[in-house]
């Protein structure tokens, strides 16, 4: 008998088949996106860190840096520590000028499900407990604290002893203010004091919100300490975000800004000017005068002109 026949030429591919190179490069590329969100990763700005704590040790201590106003973090299954030290660049025109603050507020908001972990401030070397692991609730209370520029401080995350591998998640909003904006340190502060003629011009013109309209309820949030004004505007002057839609009175936006509840602040008839900042997502009050007080302040600063801006006044 003659020689076997050659084998057949291989076949086209399979639909959807990948060569073996193609397949180990995927595999490569998963591995590395895997390795990437054990270790953690920041934001392109450095506002915002992600990470795992499945890449740590028990003992150890990773330092991070947050250079941003505002942003987040999130620390997946807590192992070992994170040391964060909240560094927030200063505007360009303040640093030229030599201005420093004189004090920078740092303001925390955990999340609802804020697990694993027990997060503290560092102060002058010693530990001070902002948020035990127990005290998670669906709306936490927010954290504020305090301090000079020159003084040194960071959050400390320590991860808390667990008994099983579920899935916990410590994480954070945070927002940092100082005298170099053109904003209150906290949109808290100060609000139960009424603004006088200079802080009012100002916060026409800096305001994240300014709304003429007439307040329909209040309520009273004895937990978080908190009063919430509902206010139907007639005119919304300026809203970076949209605090103020469309869904009350026939014609007219529908918002609520919040207040501290030590304000006492009760419904009452006419129209006032609403100004205030955005705290987390939510409006704060900075200061509230009754439309034909503003009115009267603002006419007789243009006369003198000493208004900081230009406001339609009706």
């Known amino acids: 008998p003659g020689p076997p ?39 392109a700005d450095q506002c915002s860190w992600r990470g795992s704590g499945l890449s ?21 299954y807590p ?18 000028n030599g201005h420093d603050p004189r004090h920078v507020t740092a303001c925390l908001q955990p999340s609802g ?12 070397g010693e ?26 401080v960071a959050l400390f995350l320590q991860a808390t002893p667990q008994r099983d591998i579920s899935r916990r998640i410590a994480s954070f909003r945070y927002e940092l203010r100082g005298d170099w904006l053109a ?6 502060e100060g609000v139960c004091r009424p603004c006088n003629d200079t802080e009012l011009l100002m916060a026409i013109c800096t305001s994240d919100f300014v709304v003429r309209g007439t307040i329909h309820s209040v309520s009273n949030d004895a937990e978080l300490q908190e009063s919430v004004i509902g206010v139907s505007a007639v005119r919304i002057h300026r809203q970076k975000f949209p605090l103020f839609q469309s869904g009350g009175r026939p014609g007219r936006a ?14 009452g008839p006419g129209t006032f000017l609403f100004t205030g900042w955005l705290h987390f997502g939510e409006a704060w ?30």
């Open 79 to 96: 192992t070992g520590a994170l040391r964060l030290r909240l560094a927030p660049r200063l505007p360009p025109a303040t640093a030229a």
């Open 127 to 152: 530990l001070e407990l902002l948020l035990p692991e127990a005290e998670a609730a669906p709306r936490p209370r927010v954290r504020c604290f305090s301090w000079p520029p020159h003084e040194q």
């Open 56 to 76: 740590q040790e028990a003992g150890s201590v990773e330092q991070l840096t947050l250079r941003c106003a505002e942003g987040s973090l999130e620390w997946l």
């Open 183 to 188: 904003r209150p340190a906290l949109p808290a």
């Open 5 to 43: 026949p050659p084998p057949p030429p291989p076949g086209p591919p399979l639909p959807g088949a990948r060569s073996p190179g193609a397949a180990m490069r995927a595999l490569w590329a998963l591995c590395l996106a895997g390795l990437a969100a054990a270790l953690g990763s920041f934001s």
């Open 285 to 314: 009050l900075s200061c509230a005068p009754r439309y034909k007080d503003f009115q009267r302040i603002y006419e007789d600063a243009r006369r003198r002109r000493q208004n900081p801006c230009e406001f339609p006044v009706d």
């Open 113 to 124: 499900t804020f697990r694993g972990a027990q997060l503290y401030l560092e102060r002058d």
């Open 254 to 267: 529908a918002g609520s800004i919040r207040t501290p509840l030590r304000c006492g602040v009760r419904p």
